[in-house]
């Protein structure tokens, strides 16, 4: 298949960066991917086959790319935004793949002034534990992916007449990856609940029972405890940006207590089998079960 960018850059080759490097090398078979990391990250990222060269220098990986992949931590992605524009060719798309699109819009708007095009995006779809040797080519498939639009009408008045934007959705199709669109505060609201708040609460699951039962967990505890923890082995470092610039992370954790609260409050009675058959009905709508 022709490569609708032959240059692609990804900044960042780690877990989402390599995944993204990998699923491009397979649809696309003669593109050119260079990377952009620490040196020991890049050469991890060669031996796997992601990138055909890395660099150190921001300016080098982003030269004559016509796609330019950011998958950074998002606090690094705020921060690099106007190096990165200063580097990228006026004819490329920009894009990066943060889990939270607000702050990276806002300060992305006075870089990316016409003709560059910054392309706000978010693949959901991860693991809990990072790195390019956690990539994997088939990461994004079947995965919702997030692009950012103006609000009102997200899709119409960012895709409208820029070829860029139309060769990149059709690149994520070819991944196998389902496109979605979102205006940056809306994806905000709705990650805080789908995405940041289950982080957390897993946090919170896992210090409960430490606290608890300490030692005793790792010989006694049963698979469903294994699977409701499986978020918290997510790095720190992962999400420190993410709990920052996540606008409405604290009324989802409030939203949560309160859950908690009437729980505890229907324990002795039957109108607790409510909220049990409300979460089995969520819980059959996100596995599929009919």
């Not at 620490?38 to 086959?49: I, W, Y």
């Not at 990276?104 to 016409?114: D, G, Q, S, T, Y």
């Not at 959901?124 to 692009?147: C, N």
């Not at 790095?235 to 996540?246: D, K, M, N, Q, V």
């Amino acid at each position: 298949m022709e490569p609708p960018f032959e240059r692609v850059a990804v900044l960042g080759t780690g877990l989402i960066g390599g995944s993204f490097a990998l699923a491009l090398r397979r649809a696309f078979p003669a593109i050119h991917i260079a990377g952009w990391d620490f040196p020991d990250v890049l050469a991890r990222a060669r031996r796997r086959g992601a990138i055909d060269e890395g660099s150190r220098e921001l300016a080098a990986a982003c030269r004559d790319a016509g796609l330019v992949y950011i998958a950074l931590p998002v606090e690094e992605t705020i921060h690099r935004l106007p190096e990165i524009a200063a580097a990228v060719s006026p004819e490329a798309l920009t894009t990066d793949a943060a889990s939270t699109k607000s702050a990276v819009c806002e300060r992305a708007r006075p870089a990316f002034l016409p003709p560059r095009l910054f392309l706000g995006g978010h693949p959901v779809a991860g693991r809990e534990r990072g790195g390019i040797e956690q990539a994997d080519p088939d990461l994004f498939r079947d995965a919702p992916y997030v692009l950012i639009g103006s609000p009102g009408e997200p899709e119409r008045s960012l895709a409208s007449g820029d070829d860029r934007i139309r060769r990149f959705l059709g690149l994520l199709e070819a991944l196998g990856a389902r496109p979605a669109w979102l205006d940056a505060s809306a994806h905000d609201r709705l990650f805080a609940f789908l995405s940041h708040l289950p982080q957390l609460a897993a946090v919170a699951l896992a210090e409960t029972v430490l606290e608890e039962a300490g030692d005793a967990a790792a010989q006694l505890a049963g698979p469903g405890l294994v699977d409701s923890l499986r978020l918290a082995g997510s790095p720190w470092e992962l999400w420190a940006g993410i709990c920052r610039t996540s606008p409405a992370l604290e009324e989802a954790l409030a939203r949560l207590i309160a859950a908690l609260e009437r729980l505890r409050a229907r324990l002795p009675s039957a109108a607790l089998a409510e909220d049990f058959d409300r979460a089995a009905r969520l819980y059959k709508i996100l596995r599929r079960i009919e």
